[in-house]
C-alpha cells in the first residue's frame, strides 16, 4: 500500500512569489491535515480536511489556503511569501477525524530568498 | 507556558540501556500521539493513546490521564532508535480540535 506522497520535495522561491503544496493519502483516508515544521517554532498545525471540508484551521495568516479534492488528495497554498515562511512542509493523512492514527509524507522543504 | 512540555529535550544513552521520555500537558486532551522523527525529516507515529498503556516490540507508552502525564519508554535501545521524539496532543473536540505539540527529545545512543 502506498504512503503519504507531498509534492514537490523541494523547492526554492523568492519574496512576494506564490507555492503550492500536494499531499496525496494514502488510498482510502479521507482526513488530510498540514503542518509546519520550523527550527525556531517547531511543529505547529496548519489546518485539517476531511471528505473535502476544512475542519479546523490553526494560527497562521489568511495567506495559508488549502483544499481538499474529492479523491482525498489536498493542496495548500502560501502567497506572498515572506523569509519566515522558509520550513518543512508536513501533511498527514487518517482514516477517520480526530482520534485516528497519523500516517505522514516526507515533507515538502521550502526555501524563500 | 506551553501546552505541551517534554522532558528531557536531549538525551544520551548507551546501546542496552532503558530509556524514558516523559511529556506533561496544562489542558483536556482527548489522545495524545508519540511520534519519531529522523534527520531528513520524516515522521513515522509510534502510538496513540487515550489511556492506559500501549506496547509495540521494545516500545510502550503509557498514559494517566488524570496526571495528564505520557511516558515513552524504549527497552533495550539501539543506535537506530536514535531521533527525536515528539509528543503531540489533541485538544479539544470535534471541529474545534486540532494537534499541539510538544518541542521533541532528540535521543542520541551509542555504541
Given at each position: ?7 514537490p520535495?523541494?523547492?526554492i522561491?523568492?519574496?512576494g ?6 499531499c ?22 496548519l ?10 484551521k490553526g494560527n497562521?495568516?489568511?495567506r ?20 519566515g515562511?522558509?520550513?518543512l ?25 | 507556558k ?11 544513552a ?13 489542558v483536556?486532551?482527548s ?32 498514559i ?33 480540535s486540532?494537534?499541539?505539540f ?10
Amino acid at each position: 500500500k502506498a504512503g503519504v506522497t507531498q509534492t514537490p520535495r523541494y523547492l526554492i522561491k523568492t519574496r512576494g512569489q506564490q507555492v503550492t503544496l500536494s499531499c496525496s493519502p494514502i488510498s482510502g483516508h479521507r482526513s488530510v491535515s498540514w503542518y509546519q515544521q520550523t527550527p525556531g517554532q517547531g511543529l505547529q498545525f496548519l489546518f485539517e480536511y476531511f471528505s473535502e471540508t476544512q475542519r479546523n484551521k490553526g494560527n497562521f495568516p489568511g495567506r495559508f489556503s488549502g483544499r481538499q479534492f474529492s479523491n482525498s488528495r489536498s493542496e495548500m497554498n502560501v502567497s506572498t511569501l515572506e523569509l519566515g515562511d522558509s520550513a518543512l512542509y508536513l501533511c498527514a493523512s487518517s482514516f477517520g477525524t480526530y482520534t485516528g492514527e497519523l500516517f505522514f509524507g516526507e515533507g515538502s522543504r521550502l526555501t524563500v530568498l | 507556558k506551553n501546552e505541551v512540555e517534554q522532558s528531557p529535550q536531549n538525551l544520551t544513552a548507551q546501546e542496552g540501556e532503558f530509556i524514558t521520555i516523559n511529556c506533561s500537558y496544562s489542558v483536556g486532551i482527548s489522545a495524545l500521539h508519540w511520534l519519531q522523527q529522523h534527520p531528513g525529516g520524516g515522521i513515522v507515529s509510534l502510538f496513540m493513546l487515550s489511556s492506559g498503556k500501549k506496547k509495540h516490540g521494545r516500545l510502550i507508552a503509557t498514559i494517566n490521564i488524570q496526571e495528564k502525564h505520557s511516558s515513552l519508554h524504549i527497552t533495550a535501545s539501539h543506535p537506530r532508535d536514535s531521533a527525536v521524539y515528539i509528543c503531540a496532543v489533541r485538544v479539544g473536540t470535534g471541529t474545534a480540535s486540532k494537534l499541539t505539540f510538544g518541542t521533541g527529545t532528540r535521543l542520541q545512543v551509542t555504541l
